[in-house]
């Protein structure tokens, strides 16, 4: 019987850190970490995209170093993640419609690089089918690649485009509301 239970113990301790390596929220479970150009993010916040009553999406903000403040945020030049499961189906019009809102909002005096990005941003924009996910990773010196349902769009060049993308999140008017931005930035 001692046996029995130390085995059973011993199986339970090796269980936990497989569920510690993932957050999850509506069903949708987000690593807690991902590497990107060699370099580890950390998972800062997970939230809920709800409008009305639809769960629109799962958020999850990737960071090299966690965060509560979008200023310090911002500031870093460093890589970060934003990725979006969605949970119900959104149209390519829609989303175009909620990323003008969004830099409007949280980057009203963008320059003319910026806005360009940004329509070039909807530009690679289509319908995103409920299950299916559209990332976007920021990389120093590079810019910020868009993926959408699994196909790499292309990269938007621009330390500017890429904080005035995750502004559109965490800036003083987020669409997806302070309930969200309070989650992805890890407040309680």
Same mark, same amino acid.
């Given at each position: 019987?001692?046996?029995?239970?130390?085995?059973?113990?011993?199986?339970?301790?090796?269980?936990?850190?497989?569920? +510690? &390596? +993932?957050?999850?929220?509506?069903? *949708?479970?987000?690593?807690?970490?991902? *590497? *990107?150009?060699?370099?580890?993010?950390?998972?800062?916040?997970? %939230?809920?995209?709800?409008? &009305? &009553?639809?769960?629109? /999406?799962?958020?999850?903000? /990737?960071?090299?170093?966690?965060?509560?403040?979008p200023a310090t945020i911002l500031a870093a030049d460093s890589p970060r993640r934003m990725v979006m499961h969605f949970l119900y189906g959104v149209g390519k019009d829609k989303m175009c419609e909620a990323w003008?809102?969004?830099?409007?909002?949280?980057?009203?005096?963008?320059?003319?690089?910026?806005?360009?990005?940004?329509?070039?941003?909807?530009?690679?924009?289509?319908?995103?089918?409920?299950?299916?996910?559209?990332?976007?990773? /920021?990389?120093?010196?590079? %810019?910020?690649?868009?993926?959408?349902?699994?196909?790499?769009?292309?990269?938007?060049?621009?330390?500017?485009?890429?904080?005035?993308?995750?502004?559109?999140?965490?800036?003083?008017?987020?669409?997806?509301?302070?309930? &969200?931005?309070? +989650?992805?930035?890890?407040?309680?």
């Open positions: 019987m001692r046996l029995k239970m130390m085995s059973l113990l011993l199986s339970l301790t090796l269980l936990v850190p497989a569920f +510690a &390596f +993932a957050a999850s929220l509506a069903d *949708v479970k987000l690593d807690d970490k991902v *590497v *990107v150009n060699g370099q580890t993010l950390s998972l800062n916040g997970i %939230g809920l995209r709800k409008k &009305f &009553f639809i769960k629109v /999406y799962v958020g999850g903000l /990737y960071l090299t170093a966690k965060s509560s403040n003008d809102e969004g830099l409007e909002a949280n980057t009203p005096n963008a320059s003319a690089e910026v806005k360009n990005a940004f329509k070039t941003l909807c530009s690679w924009m289509e319908e995103i089918p409920k299950g299916n996910r559209l990332v976007l990773t /920021y990389v120093p010196g590079t %810019g910020t690649t868009v993926e959408v349902n699994g196909k790499a769009k292309g990269t938007l060049p621009g330390k500017a485009t890429a904080d005035a993308i995750v502004s559109t999140w965490i800036g003083p008017k987020p669409a997806m509301g302070d309930d &969200f931005k309070n +989650a992805i930035l890890g407040k309680p």
